[in-house]
Nanobody, 111 residues
């Protein structure tokens, strides 16, 4: 059974930082491309960042330089470090690999 279990997130003021984690089981993690996506109210889900094999990365333009995606193949975990957060980063964030999804985590950036 494939499971992606997310943790982290919450509410932060503009300029603050948050870290999201996704613990993965049931797949060969070291061979999986891992992604973080987000969906804001009334908007389509969008790719935020992904990390390939062994560790090539992609970031959408609006988060490049502020967000960092990383993976720990020993712990089957992928993280998203988010710095200098902006109100427009407010969304539900999802961990993803292939057709499998985490449960979603709310990130709210507001003063």
């Amino acid at each position: 059974q494939v499971r992606l279990v997310q943790s982290g997130g919450g509410r932060v003021q503009p300029g603050g930082s948050l870290r999201l984690s996704c613990a993965v089981s049931g797949v060969t993690f070291s061979g999986a491309v891992m992604s973080w996506l987000r969906q804001a109210p009334g908007k389509e889900r969008e790719l935020v960042a992904n990390i390939g094999i062994p560790s090539g990365t992609y970031y959408r333009d609006s988060v490049r330089g502020r967000f960092t995606i990383s993976r720990d193949n020993a712990k089957n975990r992928v993280d998203l470090e988010m710095n200098n957060l902006k109100p427009e980063d407010t969304a539900v964030y999802f961990c993803n690999t292939g057709s499998y999804w985490g449960q979603g985590t709310q990130v709210t950036v507001s003063s």
